[in-house]
């Protein structure tokens, strides 16, 4: 069963800080992984996506993430973090019309400090 | 914006109503999605469709209706059966369906009240 699990729930990090959001996938085959950001009452906006090839995927907003088959995850990176990165980020897992099966992550809650 | 549209923002239901949310894209994409969001969770599919005048339930369809007259449009129905609609619905597109790995964009989302 296809799945993504996200396992903090809420981070906190101060500004100008590195950062590291992390996401763990179950597929079956090759997947298509993708990351968004949700500021307060908005819909999810695209940061990156991973199809094929090179592992390492750049995103918008100085937001990196990579892809490791081993380790089964995702991760999402940014080396300095920016106050209005402060946001819910979800990962997720294509494809999408998959129904039943847990295509989002539950989130993760970024807060930034001053 | 996602190129995708929804309306309204901001919408209230009596116990017993039905309502129906907007969605409307511009992009000539095949495939619509309704999701639904409640406060620290992720997002649940409540059903999709990938041509016109065809659709498939989703992880929780019970107590919402849809259809797909036109590619443009893909409105969702609460109906008085959803026991607990109260939720933030997210409606998203993609060029196209099937087992492939399209990208999905989302609205800007409708926050439905129960009062």
């Known amino acids: 069963a296809q799945s993504v699990t996200q396992p903090d729930i809420h981070i906190t990090v101060s500004e100008g800080a590195s950062l590291e959001l992390r996401c763990n996938y179950s597929?079956?085959?090759?997947?298509?992984l993708f990351w968004y950001v949700q500021s307060p009452g908005q819909g999810l906006q695209l940061l990156l996506k991973?199809?094929?090839?090179?592992?390492l995927v750049q995103g918008i907003k100085g937001f990196e993430a990579e892809f490791k088959r081993s380790q089964s995850s995702f991760n999402l990176r940014k080396p300095s973090v920016h106050w209005s990165d402060a946001a819910e980020y979800f990962c997720?897992?294509?494809?999408?019309?998959?129904?039943?099966?847990?295509?989002f992550g539950d989130g993760t809650t970024l807060t930034v400090k001053p | 914006d996602g190129g995708i549209t929804q309306s309204p923002k901001y919408l209230f239901r009596k116990e017993g109503q039905n309502v129906t949310l907007s969605c409307e894209q511009n992009?000539?994409?095949?495939?619509m999605y309704w999701y639904r969001q409640d406060p620290g969770q992720g997002l649940r599919l409540i059903y999709y469709?990938?041509?016109?005048?065809?659709?498939q339930k989703g992880d929780i369809a019970e107590g919402y209706s849809v259809s797909r007259e036109k590619k443009e449009s893909f409105p969702l129905t609460v109906t008085s059966a959803q026991k607990n609609p109260t939720a933030f619905y997210l409606c998203?597109?993609?060029?196209?369906?099937?087992?492939?790995?399209?990208?999905?964009?989302f609205g800007e989302g409708s926050w439905l009240t129960v009062v």
């Open positions: 997720a897992v294509g494809p999408f019309t998959n129904a039943g099966k847990s295509t």
């Open positions: 597929y079956g085959a090759t997947p298509y």
């Open positions: 991973y199809f094929s090839g090179d592992t």
């Open positions: 992009l000539n994409h095949d495939a």
């Open positions: 469709s990938q041509i016109v005048n065809d659709f």
């Open positions: 998203a597109r993609s060029k196209n369906g099937g087992n492939s790995g399209n990208t999905i964009y």
